[in-house]
């Protein structure tokens, strides 16, 4: 989708082959009608919309023959007002279920420019096709328009574009085969990618870890015959006034180590590394948009797998800050790893860090699969929660609460990494965790700026598409990290 022309404009085109026009519909069934619209629909004011398989409800749609070999594309528009976000998944639902016409012309109602961008937005998002499936099948479609009366600037619609691409980029990262994407791998890409870009990029091998103390990610990456890696991306403009840090899971298949998972539960945790690729593509989008703020991801990398020279339960490690863990559960290891990104990205003392992960089945079970967790630091929270929001992202503020901090006290090292024989509050021991390793403030008098975002119930999307989600890897949180460093750099 990323060369498509993309345009808003308040011309009204000439009806010809290979061009449809997306209309929006509301009202009872017995009673439809056209939302505002700026198309000539004459030849559809004779016609009961109810007879032709039209239909109010939400992404629903059926073609109808316009004038001169064009088509009119009727989707549902529900009974609420249309917001921004509802725009995102109409112009997605109809960029899906449309890619074999040439020229798609939304015609939908917007209040100002943001709505127009947010439909073209949706469009571009809702375009992605991933699987043996799609692949040879080549789109026909060359051109998206959001007709409006409201300008929009070149500027907005090129953000569009590269916002779409990145969260497209991460949905190809994650859903690629674990047999091809691994520690080793994924690095390459990165350095490969990266070349002509405005970023600087630091590879650490297994050596390098060990010299600089990660022992975290060395202690999940030993058991694999693929060793670990750590990824540094480095984007500083010269008027950066702002530092965001971003720390990214980064476990390329996790069979749960030693604590081996079930044959069921291990499907789909190729998707573990789903935070690495988050943060790695966000620096890139952020690069793109030449925004005024300095950006360090860390992509923590590592394959658990279980073998002789696995980390077993009872192992004390040492990570990166000093502190040392008592293994109990080898399958609780992003934590691990992330352990030592946060404790990284405290060095710098930046004004903000945020570590994205598929951590914990407990997120889905407390918030489902389309609501993401957000815990940290009041201002760190807040700071995600308006930029989640402004994107149209679906974030539930969950609490670190102190008392669980006892639970993962052990006699042998300075914490634990689980709590054997319960399952309450799992999300939120996770979290209580991960706090441990991350810095204190220049003052010391507390944490630096934190949020720790879980996305084990967000990442993947099992079920059909709907809106701007595909079935498959998600892209979830992309949008909202890039929304916070713009936040950031006003």
Avoid at 47 to 55: F, K, P, W
Avoid at 312 to 320: E, L, T
């Amino acid at each position: 989708m990323t060369n498509i022309k993309l345009s808003v404009s308040a011309k009204i085109p000439d009806s010809k082959a290979g061009i449809v026009y997306v209309l929006g519909v509301s009202g009872r069934p017995e009673n439809l009608t056209l939302l505002p619209h700026r198309v000539d629909t004459k030849s559809l004011e004779e016609l009961d919309l109810n007879a032709l398989g039209a239909s109010s409800k939400f992404e629903s749609l059926v073609r109808v023959p316009g004038q001169n070999g064009a088509v009119f594309a009727l989707i549902g528009a529900g009974h609420e007002e249309l917001d921004e976000d509802s725009l995102r998944e109409l112009g997605a639902a109809a960029a899906r279920k449309l890619d074999g016409f040439k020229e798609i012309f939304f015609d939908l109602p917007s209040e100002d420019d943001r709505d127009a961008v947010c439909t073209l937005e949706g469009a571009l998002l809702g375009g992605y096709k991933y699987g043996s499936k799609d692949k040879g099948k080549k789109s026909k479609l060359a051109s998206i328009t959001v007709l409006s009366d409201h300008s929009v600037s070149k500027s907005t619609v090129e953000r569009s574009r590269i916002l779409a691409s990145s969260v497209n980029q991460v949905r190809e990262l994650v859903n690629t085969p674990p047999n091809v994407l691994y520690p080793q791998s994924f690095a390459k890409i990165v350095a490969d990618e990266t070349k002509d870009m405005d970023v600087s990029v630091t590879i650490l091998d297994e050596k390098a870890l060990r010299a600089g103390n990660f022992g975290g990610i060395l202690a999940v990456g030993q058991g694999s015959a693929r060793p670990p890696r750590m990824v540094k991306i480095e984007y500083s403009p010269k008027k950066a006034l702002k530092h965001l840090a971003l720390v990214g899971k980064g476990i390329t298949f996790d069979t749960g180590g030693i604590s081996i998972k079930p044959a069921a539960s291990m499907v789909g945790m190729k998707y573990d590394m789903t935070g690495a690729a988050t943060v790695y593509q966000a620096i890139l989008a952020i690069a793109a948009l030449k925004l005024p703020v300095r950006v360090t991801s860390y992509l923590c990398l590592a394959e658990n797998m279980p073998s002789g020279s696995a980390t077993r339960p009872n192992d004390v490690i040492k990570i990166r800050n000093g502190k040392t863990v008592e293994v109990l559960n080898t399958d609780a290891e992003g934590r691990l790893v992330l352990a030592d990104g946060l404790s990284a990205a405290s060095e710098l003392n930046p004004d903000l860090i945020i570590d994205v992960a598929t951590l914990t089945g407990a997120a889905r079970v407390a918030l489902g699969e389309r609501y993401s967790a957000v815990m940290g630091t009041a201002d760190a929270v807040s700071a995600v929660e308006a930029a989640a929001f402004d994107s149209g992202e679906l974030v539930w503020h969950m609490p670190l609460p102190a008392e669980m901090r006892a639970r993962l006290d052990t006699d042998v090292a300075d914490i634990a990494n689980a709590k054997i024989g319960s399952t309450a509050g799992g999300m939120l021991l996770a979290g209580v965790f991960l706090k441990e390793f991350v810095g204190s403030s220049k003052s010391g008098a507390r944490t630096q700026p934190w949020a720790h975002l879980d996305i084990a119930g967000t990442a993947n999307n099992e079920g059909a598409p709907y809106g701007y989600t595909p079935k498959g890897a998600t892209g979830v949180v992309l949008r909202t990290l890039v929304s916070v460093a713009e936040g950031m750099s006003r």
